[in-house]
């Protein structure tokens, strides 16, 4: 079994949205990137793996991961 990478919204604390598979952690980062543009204030954005034995994994990004993102769209506009 590969490794397959996921992403888990949730909307105003309320309401998951599962995105993916995507095929790599990079495509996952990527995805959640554009996902937290478009978020509100109360909504949630987790990545998840389950990995090669089966076992799901479920994690928060941490705040600068979407900070760096934001310094590079200032950077280019």
């Known amino acids: 079994m590969n490794k397959h990478y996921y992403l888990i919204e949730v909307e105003g604390g309320v309401e998951s949205i599962v995105y993916g598979p995507y095929r790599n952690r990079d495509e996952q980062d990527n995805a959640a990137k554009q996902i937290h543009r478009i978020q509100e204030e109360d909504d949630g954005l987790f990545w998840a793996e389950i990995d ?10 941490a705040a600068a991961f979407f900070l760096e993102d934001s310094t590079e769209d200032a950077s280019q506009g």
């Not at 090669?52 to 990004?61: F, I, K, M, N, Q």
């Open 52 to 61: 090669e034995a089966g076992v799901l994994t479920v994690e928060s990004y």
